[in-house]
């Protein structure tokens, strides 16, 4: 199981989008993925159509050590997509780990414990955080395996990137000495727009490497999905930005076979 945090501290940028149609993408070429959602809003939830009513057990209980991660897994309507989904209690969580010791490491224990006793047969495990540089963010990155990082194709873009690669670093180097960015995805893009264009060339001149040719263009369909509890590629799957996740999904197995390969 490979283990991918959908991270970027600014919010709007298309994080719990990439994690429910991403998912769905992988889930529809057969691969197992499990979203976790550690957003207090659950955002990721509400958008597979898993109600708040039905979120008997959450990531809550995993982060703070009542339940193991297997016992806090729901199937979604997707074939192979599963969730552990979030609520509010979420927020509390910081309050309620940094007393103990090591909280950073609370969800790479219920991790390893998963990966070796699940028979699940979960690929990918795509981890939604908030926007925020706080305690869930950090445990996801302490967990993760590498980081997907979704980038509005705006002004301030850059200047958000800096700061989360800082972070990506010093929890590198002091609590994941394996962690890497997996890729960045460029949400958002308008072709239309100079800045647009501007924006993606800077980051592909900074990060040659990482950025995914697939961009994710601004589509109304997507800011519709979510109302309907569908991700976009299953409410629409001919718009433009359904269309590119499922590219980006074709693109990041083939990335992951690189990687393996390599």
Excluded: W
Excluded at 194 to 219: C, G, W
């Amino acid at each position: 199981m490979r283990v991918l945090a959908i991270a970027n501290q600014k919010g709007g940028v298309g994080k719990t989008t990439t994690a429910i149609n991403l998912g769905t993408a992988l889930a529809a070429a057969g691969k197992g993925v499990l979203i976790f959602d550690t957003d207090p809003q659950g955002n990721a939830s509400t958008g597979i159509d898993i109600h708040p009513h039905d979120r008997t057990v959450t990531s809550y209980d995993v982060l703070v050590g009542q339940l193991p991660l297997a016992k806090a897994i729901l199937p979604t309507k997707v074939p192979n997509l599963y969730i552990t989904p979030g609520d509010a209690r979420l927020s509390g969580v910081e309050g309620e780990l940094m007393g103990e010791a090591q909280p950073q490491f609370f969800l790479r224990n219920a991790i390893d414990q998963f990966r070796k006793e699940s028979t699940l047969g979960i690929d990918y495990m795509l981890i939604d955080c908030p926007p925020s540089l706080n305690v869930l963010t950090v445990n996801a990155l302490t967990a993760a395996d590498g980081v997907l990082v979704p980038l509005q194709t705006e002004y301030f873009a850059l200047e958000g990137l800096a700061q989360l690669v800082a972070t990506i670093n010093a929890v590198k180097a002091n609590l994941n000495p394996t962690l890497e960015i997996q890729g960045v995805v460029l949400t958002m893009y308008d072709k239309r727009t100079t800045l647009s264009e501007q924006v993606a060339s800077e980051v592909r001149t900074h990060f040659p490497d990482k950025v995914y040719e697939t961009m994710i263009p601004r589509n109304v369909r997507i800011s519709e999905a979510p109302s309907h509890g569908l991700p976009a590629i299953i409410y629409d799957q001919n718009a433009s930005g359904s269309k590119a996740y499922i590219q980006l999904a074709k693109e990041l197995i083939e990335r992951e076979r690189g990687r393996e390969a390599a």
